[in-house]
């Protein structure tokens, strides 16, 4: 409320729905998490500064910064949000179990046969949990969402490369996808993944430009009471 992001009737409404609030609650932390950052690169102390707007697909952006690029994603177990100077895509997921329907709707058919010459169960569910979230930060990169079609998005030659290596890119990699991609981390708790447009810059450019920063929730939140 104090962001301008809720009034008290609509906070008050979401207090009678647990799902709807705790979804909510993600949602509002993510822009809260992106408020933080802007303020500190920008200068900006509240959203409305960045007279935010949304594509035909949904995807937001600023007109009052044209040149900045942001994305936004959240689960349970965390919020990120990724700032660039050309378009980027972020996703963050919890840990899911494997599931084979799943991987048979979101993967190319090369793809599939990877994730099924994989041994083990845990192996299999590692792995279309990157497929998951680097898939998402594609469609989400691409402005297009999720009506785009995963499977549109190949990640085979990077899937080569982690079921070879087990530890994803290597960072001498100047591999040229129609998209580059990041799996920045996977936890028990979530998966993250990061997506930008080729030709931009090489992947290992990329890899040195990344700067990660991480906050906790209860410092967060801080800040506004």
């Known amino acids: 409320m104090r962001s301008g992001l809720l009034d008290s009737s609509e906070a008050e409404a979401l207090a009678q729905n647990e799902k709807k609030l705790q979804?909510?609650?993600?949602?509002?932390?993510?822009?809260?998490?992106f408020q933080r950052v802007t303020g500190e690169m920008y200068g900006i102390q509240?959203?409305?500064?960045?007279?935010?707007?949304?594509?035909?697909?949904g995807k937001p952006y600023s007109r009052a910064y044209p040149g900045l690029h942001f994305n936004l994603s959240h689960c349970r177990a965390a919020c990120a949000c990724a700032l660039d100077t050309i378009p980027a895509g972020i996703d963050i997921e919890r840990r899911f179990p494997y599931k084979e329907s799943l991987m048979r709707r979101i993967c190319t058919?090369?793809?599939?046969r990877i994730v099924e010459s994989c041994e083990s169960l845990p192996e299999r569910e590692q792995l279309l949990q990157a497929l998951w979230s680097m898939k998402e930060s594609v469609v989400k990169w691409n402005g297009r969402g999720m009506g785009y079609g995963m499977e549109r998005a190949d990640c085979t030659r990077w899937l080569l490369r982690y079921v070879k290596n087990a530890g994803g890119i290597s960072d001498k990699s100047e591999d040229?996808?129609?998209?580059?991609?990041m799996l920045l981390r996977q936890t028990p708790e979530y998966t993250l993944a990061a997506c930008t447009a080729a030709g931009k810059v090489a992947f290992g450019d990329w890899l040195e430009?990344?700067?990660i920063t991480k906050i906790r929730e209860e410092e967060l939140c801080a800040s506004w009471l």
């Open 176 to 181: 040229r996808n129609p998209e580059l991609w």
């Open 109 to 112: 058919e090369k793809e599939r």
């Open 23 to 33: 979804n909510q609650r993600e949602h509002l932390t993510a822009w809260l998490l």
């Open 209 to 211: 430009a990344v700067q």
């Open 46 to 57: 509240t959203l409305s500064e960045l007279s935010l707007a949304k594509t035909e697909q």
